[in-house]
């Protein structure tokens, strides 16, 4: 009987599941969540509980992202592997990383946009993460390091012809797609119960107690406001990040050429009660319900609930046990894997009668064996398993440091090529530099430029206001000029030479006109009518 133990693992928060397989028999033997501090002792503990000293171990990888190329179909095996290469080294260049640093997989689809065209799901992370990942683990069996948002359909029932979306509402919010049985795409999102928690976390001191809040906490739909007893404080730190979420599902949905006709939710946040009837507002022909694992059947003894908090963990150990993307393991073999694979299969040597006893192969010599022979043939055994294994040892550190030498190589070409890049960019520089400053001072002058167009359009307005509420009775202004920057000039007649005087002494006494820059000319009478020119600059 096969088993595997999956871990997965979060900030504060652990979820484990020990799953095995007996023939095409799943069973999960023990799982549960872990709140710590010290991430080390913690799976310590997990691993004693559990009992899994020597059974392989499946963990999530951690800081991943996804890249979408798309080949032609037609590629052989070979040549479309350096395509793909080809395709990733040119993105590492553009964002100025040395892909040498980073650890990467990938999966083949048929394209849904091109019939002539593959999509590549291309998955990759930073080598100083995926060591960090696995350290805690350095004194255990790890045998898969996978990529949380393609795992997680393990535990799906899927349908052939049938397009599925699984929200995973862990940490950080991953949005799967899967086509016709096969992970087409997987988006990812910042919003997730790494905010919840924290949120809840800050007013109770406490991830557990912040995890069991949510758990407890119900969301009321819209037509079921009225069954709400009393206010949950907390909803206010949850609602809006389910909020985001929903309505992020949306766009991606609307602007899809991909059909969904199930959502999965799943993930920490999923515990919220009722969570998959508020997400069901939100999207009218898409029936979305909490996802189950396939194998598991409803009983009275564990509630199903119980088994959704841990999907992702359940998910990751049927990824050891060999369920999903077999190329989507990050983690790389050793001489000494390949060992406790040969010790573990020596059990396998072994043949069972029909009563069900044990039955070993023995193999002899001819003749009868003395204590001498035996002894030596003991040694004989012993120096032969060492030999091969010295030999093994050796090739895989032969092959170990020829691996290294090119990669040390090809770091120093590319750092050379970087440093001719950079003095080429200190060139563009210097001369954009020059481009720029000229560039400055021109805009410095059209916004000078705008600015006092700008003042000077309201210039008129803004004085004939102010002119309007002080102007005296039996003035009447003939004709206001704005000639050159703030001079304005004012032609004014009444029929008294008094008026034109007290109207000149407000402009001066108002600051509609600047005092000191006030002049008038004398009045012209012509009939009963005396004209005057007031000229003055704009305070």
Not at 417 to 422: C, R
Request: net charge neutral; proline share 2%.
């Amino acid at each position: 009987m096969a088993s595997c133990l999956g871990i997965y693992i979060e900030p504060n928060i652990i979820k484990y599941a020990k799953v095995s397989k007996e023939r095409d028999i799943l069973t999960v033997e023990s799982f549960g969540i872990k709140f710590y501090d010290k991430l080390g002792e913690a799976i310590k503990q997990i691993i004693s509980d559990t009992y899994s000293f020597k059974v392989p171990i499946s963990i999530n990888l951690s800081e991943e992202s996804y890249q979408y190329f798309y080949m032609f179909s037609l590629l052989n095996k070979n040549d479309l592997k350096k395509a793909i290469g080809t395709e990733f080294e040119s993105l590492c260049a553009e964002r100025g990383v040395n892909k040498n640093t980073i650890e990467t997989r990938y999966a083949l689809v048929n394209s849904l946009e091109d019939k002539e065209k593959i999509k590549v799901i291309h998955v990759s992370t930073r080598k100083n993460s995926l060591n960090t990942q696995l350290q805690p683990f350095v004194e255990y069996n790890v045998s898969t390091v996978a990529p949380m948002g393609v795992s997680i359909t393990n535990v799906a029932n899927l349908k052939a012809k049938e397009n599925v979306l699984i929200i995973n509402l862990e940490k950080n919010t991953t949005l799967t797609t899967i086509v016709d049985q096969k992970v087409y795409s997987v988006e990812q999102m910042e919003e997730g119960s790494k905010t919840v928690l924290e949120n809840i976390n800050a007013k109770e001191n406490s991830y557990s107690k912040a995890y069991e809040i949510c758990k407890n906490s119900t969301i009321y739909t819209m037509e079921g406001k009225e069954l709400q007893d009393e206010e949950n404080e907390y909803l206010e730190d949850i609602m809006p990040t389910l909020y985001k979420i929903a309505s992020r599902v949306q766009e991606i949905l609307s602007s899809s050429t991909v059909k969904i006709d199930r959502i999965y939710l799943t993930g920490t946040l999923s515990v919220v009660n009722n969570i998959d009837l508020y997400f069901q507002e939100f999207f009218k022909t898409e029936k979305c319900e909490i996802l189950k694992p396939f194998f598991i059947k409803d009983s009275v003894k564990i509630n199903m609930k119980d088994y959704v908090e841990v999907n992702s963990a359940i998910a990751l150990a049927l990824q050891g046990l060999e369920y999903g993307l077999r190329d989507m393991n990050f983690k790389q073999r050793t001489w000494k894997d390949d060992l406790n694979n040969i010790f573990a299969k020596g059990d396998n040597n072994k043949k069972t009668s029909k009563s069900g006893k044990s039955l070993n192969f023995n193999f002899s010599l001819k003749g009868a064996l003395d204590n001498t022979e035996r002894w030596l043939l003991r040694v004989a055994g012993g120096i032969l398993f060492l030999t091969i294994i010295y030999a093994g040892f050796s090739m895989y550190l032969a092959n170990a440091i020829n691996k290294k030498n090119l990669e040390i190589a090809e770091v120093k070409r590319h750092t050379i090529n970087q440093i001719s890049l950079v003095e080429k960019d200190i060139s563009n520089v210097k001369v954009k530099t020059n481009e720029y400053a000229q560039s400055t001072e021109n805009l410095r002058n059209i916004r000078a430029q705008i600015d006092e167009n700008n003042k000077s359009k309201k210039v008129i307005p803004i004085l004939l206001t102010q002119i309007q509420s002080a102007m005296p009775q039996g003035v009447q202004i003939t004709s206001i000029e704005n000639t050159t920057g703030n001079h304005i000039i004012i032609n004014a007649q009444s029929s008294k030479y008094e008026q034109l005087g007290y109207f000149k002494a407000i402009l001066k006494t108002q600051g509609i006109l600047a005092p000191d820059s006030i002049i008038s000319s004398a009045g012209e009478k012509s009939g009963d009518i005396v004209r005057i020119v007031i000229e003055g600059d704009l305070p």
